[in-house]
């Protein structure tokens, strides 16, 4: 089965910055990756869908890039409503898997 | 607009079938995957598994052999199932819609395109 990791495993970053999460896929996946957002006692909610198409609704500030085992996913100028944890999720075949995470705070 | 909804019993013994219910509104049940996925407390998200409009389903490697994923189209819900049950096993739980897409008669699995709140069930005696 295909194993997902994410790096880094948390970060601190202050209002205005620009942050890289990356997410990695231990098989060429192509370009079937979602990125979630879960905000502190939230339920998770979907950023990006096929590693790089922005869901409605979700500020520009998000971006997604990458294809095959290479993803990331930036936010342009970090904002306090940002906190969170970001998740990537492997789709189009079973195990549908998550990464381990990457929590984002303020510093 | 679509909106699903846990419900079964917040607290399982340990060794006993834990079972949860989700209840789709909203849209309909038929052609898309529908999820199970869960997330014990402090930690990340785990998939358990889906099932589709057809009935087929998939299991997490990890948990295949005590998990079984059921749909009744007529009630609009579908169903999850974890025997023998330990303090590992808690957790919040979240049932979702998954899209798809289709290519040669087949469908695949997308992204998770809506949620529920989840339902935290706890495993002690």
């Known amino acids: 089965d295909i194993q997902m990791t994410q790096s880094p495993s948390s970060l601190s970053a202050s209002v205005g910055d620009r942050v890289t999460i990356t997410c990695r896929a231990s098989?060429?996946?192509?370009?079937?990756l979602a990125w979630y957002q879960q905000r502190p006692g939230k339920v998770p909610q979907i950023l990006i869908q096929s590693a790089s198409t922005l869901q409605s609704g979700v500020p520009s500030r998000f971006s997604g890039s990458g294809s095959g085992t290479h993803f990331t996913l930036t936010i342009s100028s970090l904002q306090p409503e940002d906190v969170a944890t970001y998740y990537c999720?492997?789709?189009?075949?079973?195990?549908?898997?998550f990464g381990p995470g990457t929590k984002v705070d303020l510093k | 607009q679509v909106q699903l909804q846990e419900s079964g019993p917040g607290l399982v013994k340990p060794s006993e079938t834990l079972s949860l219910t989700c209840t789709v509104s909203g849209g309909p049940i038929s052609t898309y995957f529908w999820t199970w996925i869960r997330q014990p407390p402090g930690k990340g998200l785990e998939w358990i598994g889906h099932i589709n409009y057809s009935g087929r389903t998939n299991y997490s490697p990890s948990l295949k052999s005590r998990v079984t994923i059921s749909m009744d189209t007529s009630k609009k819900e579908f169903s999850l199932k974890v025997n023998s049950v330990t303090t590992a096993d808690t957790a919040v739980y979240y049932c979702a819609r998954v899209g798809f897409s289709y290519d040669s008669g087949t469908h695949y699995p997308q992204e998770i395109q809506y949620w529920g709140r989840g339902a935290l069930v706890t495993v002690s005696s």
């Open positions: 999720q492997k789709y189009n075949s079973a195990p549908l898997t």
């Open positions: 098989q060429d996946i192509r370009n079937h």
